[in-house]
């Protein structure tokens, strides 16, 4: 890897996006995926776990087609090694997986999620919030890279895709949720940390 071309992305996505307070909030990850998937389109979910989140795409959009690849065998799913994946696709979900390969493998990742999608396709993936402790230490032992939002968006840059927008992603109950988001912001950007659990990108094959 090139580092210093590395550098050279995590400086045009710093331009787009200044700093972490700058991403605009989402509670849910699904509003998100409903804008940029269309009826009928192929989709693959890589960490599916349970393939929840095809049922929920489906209830809104029910000519999609879901595929889902995961590594546990003790649950169903169309794919259990990303070799077995047939066809193309217009979406790609990964959802908290990235985090749990190292650099090499997280890039070599990316770089066959870009083969897998038709040009123009899209990748919709989220990692823990590094600016968030509690979240980043929640899974210890399994986490190899904390990944910045800036690091991340210069990763897909270098594998291919053109970053179209990087959420923060936190939910609570409704009064929490106005306290942190309204009140307590200007305390944390002090501490330097953040509320938002995860970080959501939406990048496009280019």
């Not at 979406?91 to 493998?105: M, P």
């Not at 270098?158 to 179209?164: A, H, L, M």
Request: with cysteine.
């Amino acid at each position: 890897m090139d580092w210093s071309e590395l550098n050279c992305y995590r400086e045009s996505i710093h331009k787009r996006f200044p700093g972490i307070w700058d991403l605009k909030i989402v509670k849910k990850r699904l509003p998100v995926l409903l804008k940029h998937i269309q009826n009928g389109d192929r989709i693959l979910e890589i960490g599916a776990y349970d393939r929840k989140l095809g049922e929920k795409i489906k209830a809104h959009l029910p000519r999609v087609e879901y595929r889902s690849m995961d590594i546990d065998r003790s649950l169903y799913h169309d794919y259990y090694t990303l070799k077995d994946v047939e066809g193309k696709f217009n979406e790609v979900l990964l959802f908290e997986v990235i985090e749990h390969l190292d650099v090499e493998e997280g890039v070599k990742l990316l770089k066959k999620i870009h083969e897998l999608l038709y040009p123009g396709g899209k990748l919709i993936l989220s990692t823990p919030n590094v600016m968030n402790p509690v979240r980043v230490w929640q899974d210890g032992l399994t986490h190899r890279v904390r990944y910045y939002y800036e690091e991340l968006g210069s990763l897909l840059l270098s594998q291919g895709f053109e970053v179209v927008h990087i959420y923060r992603v936190f939910n609570d109950a409704f009064f929490r949720y106005l306290v942190k988001v309204y009140l307590f912001s200007l305390l944390h950007r002090y501490l330097g940390i953040d509320f938002a659990k995860s970080i959501l990108v939406v990048a496009k094959r280019n």
